[in-house]
C-alpha cells in the first residue's frame, strides 16, 4: 500500500501550520473503475488513508510505520465491511492473514 509513503505534513515545517491540517482523502479514479468495484476497492483504500492520517507517517519514537505494523488493523476493519455487506476486496490473501509474518507484503 503505497499511503503508507504519503506524509500528509512533509513539507508544512511550521507545527501551527501543522495543526490546521483537519484530514485527508481517498481518492478512486472514475475511468478506471464503475459501480461493480467501487466499495471493493474505495472503503479498503479509505481505511488505510484514515490510518495513516490519524496516526501519521511515524511512530511515536520518529520511526516510519510499515504496511506489516498496520496489516492486522486493516485486516481486522476489511473483515468488519464484510461482516456489514460491503464487499470490500482483500488486502492479502486469507491465508496470509490467518498466519500472521509469513507472506511478503508490497
Known sequence: M???????LA???DPAQQKLVLGG???LWSEQSDDTVLDGRLWPRAAAVAETTWSGKKDASGRVRTTAEV?????EQRFRM???GIAAEPMQ???CV???GHCNLP
Open 2 to 8: 503505497k499511503v503508507y509513503s504519503f506524509d500528509p
Open 11 to 13: 513539507n508544512i515545517t
Open 25 to 27: 482523502e481517498a481518492l
Open 71 to 75: 496489516a492486522s488493523r486493516l485486516h
Open 82 to 84: 464484510v461482516g456489514r
Open 93 to 95: 490473501p486469507v491465508w
Open 98 to 100: 490467518r498466519n500472521p
